[in-house]
């Protein structure tokens, strides 16, 4: 399994727990049924997987995943504060689930795929899970595919940078489209795909100076920075101004980021 490729940077958590099933899982929304049981995989915060849980209702089952104990444990105490007693984590390896065969309704990963040495595989065990009926669903970020104005040379230099640090990291950046390609590569029995896409866009004030400011952050604090670093693919000096760079697009009032996702739907027979 590849590293994360950003790790669990307090900048890196604060942007996951703005996550919503409403802004990170829509294409999900229509396929999910009161008393379902549900597997989040790398389910991080527990935001996402939070919300799951309710649209499930108290009938349903919803487990969220990650090999995380600090973020398994942040979950957790949302589970509870949002009363939801039919939610709850375990820590657990995507490439060997702790689930019999045709034990969920729904599996779903969030910005997961991207991060893997062999989605292939994953797919093939998430597949393995999900009951006749069920769905798999995952969306994943394309870094190639984001885009922005103004062009700044930082924010050329800080994808360029950020693409090269998650191929050392043993991931993939731009898996938005490969999602499908993977899915046909694991050749999985019984399964109807229905690609989508969708894409987070940031350009009021207020959105511009929060992706500015966690961005400049992860830069030269988190693991994406102290990868880049250890395999030379970048100095203190170029992070701090790919860092710098982040402010001065975002006090442009003209300034857009739009990020594209790739989805995918796995219809189980």
Known sequence: MAGYTHGHHAAVLRSHRTRTAANSAAYLLPELRPGQRVLDVGCGPGTITADLAELVGPQGRVIGIDPSAEVLAQAAGLA???????????????????????????????????????????????????????????????YAAMTWYPELPELDEWSALYREVARASGGEPDAGRRLLSWALRADLAGVEPVPSSSTWTYATEAERAWWSETW?????????????????????????????????????????????????LLRVS
Do not use: C, K
């Open 216 to 264: 400049a952050e992860r830069t030269v604090r988190s693991n994406t920075a102290a990868t880049a670093l250890a395999e030379g693919l970048a100095t203190p000096a170029d992070l701090e101004r790919i860092a710098a760079g982040w402010p001065r697009w975002a006090a442009r009032p003209d300034a857009w980021f739009a990020v594209l996702h790739g989805e995918l």
């Open 80 to 142: 509870a504060e949002r009363g939801l007693d039919q939610l709850s984590f375990e820590a657990a390896d995507v490439y060997r689930l702790p689930y019999a065969d045709a034990s969920f309704d729904v599996v779903h990963a969030h910005q997961v795929l991207q991060h893997l040495a062999d989605p292939v595989a994953a797919l093939r065990e998430m597949r393995r899970v999900t009951a006749p009926g069920g769905v798999v669903a995952v969306r994943d970020a394309d």
